[in-house]
């Protein structure tokens, strides 16, 4: 509240005689240094005052006598459609005389920029309660704007993600895969034209789907690549503007005529080995952010990872076609079980399938190979061939001699006598274990990628409602926010390198300081053995740094020159991790007045979610932290010596 608003809502303040106070000298100075925007008007609501703040926001010198009720030449609301001066909130607050809160407007400068505000409009009365104008703060809310959207692009992502793995779960055929692909690449990363390209079998790189793209162009650039076949492990190439780049001029010129100026080369790669990529359009010249880029690349796993499923399945299904072939040619396991005198013979396939020798085989042996989980099935589906007629048909789970299992497809059908008794059932079995686990690793995938969507955006939520808590100004706010922002994005980029498996506690330090590190890097010293946490611990540890790291830089050892941090850690005999966090050559420290979200992140999150447990010294030569982790659950993996 201004100074003037203060004055004017008192009891027995006379609020013309607030009016004075804010026109002599001093209170203008007050006012006019403030960073938001304040004016008043009388009780037509024509301009009778305004501070320097509220020409900046409107972006024009506003009118005393002229301009009723806005500062403003014209007023928006967020859907972007037009607000009419005299329905403007501070009009509605001179109309009505009550203030008016919670109401967004854009405000348009004579430039054509906008800018979101937050208006405050609140009538004045004097000391006899009669209605003398109205005053307005207007907060400019641009940044909260951005942070916000950056949160809903980012959880926008995610659910693109999301739905891209769903759909390429439920595809029935590879034009299924490469247009969900097409799908992700152009809603996800905004590009304005996508392409998908594998190699064919003579190695040579060929369309298999695009978007927006002529068949010109396709046949022009049709076989060029970056990468051979079997590359491995290939970095993807951006190039925000071909006519900047060192590409022939023959490749300039036909890009340059179909339109486009950025591209995106990404590698599909399948166990490390290239085997094709896709590639993004831009119209125009276009910067990719590391963000995009890694966007970018979960989409190529993701979409390699199809491809070889798609692949798989067609194998199969292709074997599948030819299974009266390769069952005359030995390919595939028969079986004979002759039931009234319980024997079983095989060919020298089957037994290979389940990777035992040659005997004499009974129903009781055979049932001795079946997994314990699938014994009930196959006992139920043989029950029904033998007595309902119905096709033997089942999917079984084995056990090899190894110990490995092993997943079998057989199908038989049932011979009888003149009287309908069972006699024998004849059926051919193949090996389906490979199919087997591209489903499960599937499976896996869909339930991670669900579970660290879900993860993620609580988390995001968690920061948002900290950061922009009761009483943080919005420019501390913001930038408490974005840090927060960036120290989780790092975690999840160390884990995405690290296909999600585990991140070394070494990086997760290194990260959070690095904003900080002198010229010669020695204001950090780290001592310590491997040790390596899994997703959940690094997304708390990393937050935790991040809180540790920021400190040390407002008021700690790396806001001056002359500090130094020095992190050491050692696993206890009794299966936990110490680590020590201590600063020294900063100002003096002082125990603070009160507990921060830092600080309730590190005692309460580490706590909670790790089980660990945290104590802060704050001693006059510098911050003293011991983090006491439990290293011998699931959760924590400490790499041999």
Known sequence: MSDVDAFALQPGIDAAAAFRLAGSPDYRAILDSLPAAIYTTDTDGTLTYFNRAAAEIAGREPRIGIDKWCISWKLYRPDGSPLPLEACPMAVAIREQRPVRGVDIVVERPDGGRVPALPFPTPLHDAAGRFIGAINLLVDISRLKSSERQVERHAAEQAALYRFTDRLCRAESEADVYDAALDAIIGALGCDRASVLLFDEAGVMRFVASRGLSPAYRAAVDGHSPWTPG???????????????DESERLKRIVKDEGLTALGFIPLTVEGAVIGKFMTYHDTAHHFSSAERDLAITIARQLGFAIDRRRTDRTLHESTERLRLATEAGKVGLWDWDIPGDSILWTDSLYAIHGVGKRTQSFAQWLDLVHPDSRADVLAAIDRALKDDVPYEVEVRTVRPDGADAW??????????????????VGAAVDITKRKDVEGQRDLLVAELSHRVKNTLATVVSIARQSFAKGATLDSARKSFEGRLRALAQTHTRLAEANWESVPLAALIEDEIAPYRDESGNNLVTDGPPVSFTPKQAVVLGMAFHELATNAAKYGALSGKSGTVHVAWQCAADGTL??????RGG???????????????LERALAADLKGDVTLDFRPEGLACRITLPLGSAEASRPAA
């Open 408 to 425: 079998i497809y057989t199908n038989a059908v049932v011979l009888r006598d003149g009287a309908g008794a069972p006699l024998r059932m």
């Open 231 to 245: 590359d491995r492990d290939p970095a993807p190439i951006f190039v925000p503007d071909i006519m900047a780049s």
């Open 578 to 583: 110490v680590l020590d966090w201590r600063e």
């Open 587 to 601: 100002p003096p420290v002082s125990p603070p007045k009160r507990a921060g979200f830092g600080r309730l992140l």
